[in-house]
């Protein structure tokens, strides 16, 4: 089955079609949910609220541009829409002063889990707001559309997220220094 023909059997409310659909999209969207969510479950939970709107909406697709760049951005969309009703993503004060530091190198020599762990044990608002402009892309000016805040909101969310993640990486090299230390220490007193 084609895309076209699975995309408007899906408008007919086909559940073959639908379980196709979950099937040949699901492991992307379970990627944008576990970015965006505090943890597995959470991630779970919200892919499966995301195709229900995806099924919910798919007569909205219209064959203009990417199925699956529409099918991410309903579920962005979803997952920004839980934490919307959760907690007001606003709270912190706004500082336009404050200069964006540049990504610099700490991320790159992370375990890419090691970096998820820390993305997702980040405050709501900054997790949103790290994902949205530094792996997804989005302006500050779209973010804070999409957060209901101001772009100076989003551009001192983004400047705490990255101090949090950096002093986050630090603990874990510095753990693993330590190991190593211990276990250098330990392989000489043997």
Same mark, same amino acid.
């Given at each position: 089955?084609?895309?076209?023909?699975?995309?408007?059997?899906?408008?007919?409310?086909?559940?073959?079609?639908?379980?196709?659909?979950?099937?040949?999209?699901?492991?992307?969207?379970?990627?944008?949910?576990?970015?965006?969510?505090?943890?597995?479950?959470?991630?779970?939970?919200?892919?499966?609220?995301?195709?229900?709107?995806?099924?919910?909406?798919?007569?909205?697709?219209?064959?203009? =541009?990417?199925?699956? $760049?529409?099918? !991410?951005?309903?579920?962005?969309?979803?997952?920004?829409?839980?934490?919307? @009703?959760? &907690?007001?993503?606003?709270?912190?004060?706004?500082?336009?002063?404050?200069?964006?530091?540049?990504?610099?190198?700490?991320?790159?020599?992370?375990?890419?889990?090691?970096?998820?762990?820390?993305?997702?044990?980040?405050?709501?608002?900054?997790?949103?707001?790290?994902?949205?402009?530094?792996?997804?892309?989005?302006?500050?000016?779209?973010?804070?559309?999409?957060? =209901?805040?101001?772009? $100076?909101?989003? !551009?001192?969310?983004?400047?705490?997220?990255?101090?949090?993640?950096?002093? @986050?990486? &630090?603990?874990?090299?510095?753990?693993?220094?330590?190991?190593?230390?211990?276990?250098?220490?330990?392989?000489?007193?043997?």
């Amino acid at each position: 089955m084609g895309l076209e023909e699975l995309i408007n059997n899906c408008k007919k409310g086909n559940r073959q079609a639908q379980e196709q659909l979950y099937r040949d999209y699901s492991r992307t969207l379970f990627g944008i949910c576990l970015k965006y969510s505090r943890n597995k479950t959470e991630a779970e939970d919200n892919l499966h609220d995301s195709f229900m709107v995806i099924y919910k909406k798919v007569d909205q697709f219209k064959f203009k =541009g990417s199925f699956e $760049g529409w099918l !991410k951005r309903i579920t962005v969309n979803t997952v920004l829409q839980k934490y919307r @009703k959760e &907690e007001p993503l606003s709270l912190v004060t706004e500082n336009t002063e404050e200069a964006e530091p540049e990504v610099d190198g700490d991320y790159e020599h992370v375990n890419l889990d090691t970096l998820l762990k820390h993305i997702q044990e980040l405050p709501d608002k900054y997790r949103l707001t790290f994902n949205l402009y530094v792996l997804d892309g989005y302006t500050h000016k779209e973010i804070s559309e999409l957060l =209901g805040t101001t772009q $100076g909101t989003s !551009k001192s969310n983004l400047a705490r997220a990255r101090k949090l993640l950096r002093e @986050k990486i &630090e603990i874990t090299k510095n753990k693993a220094i330590i190991g190593l230390l211990i276990f250098f220490l330990l392989g000489f007193c043997v």
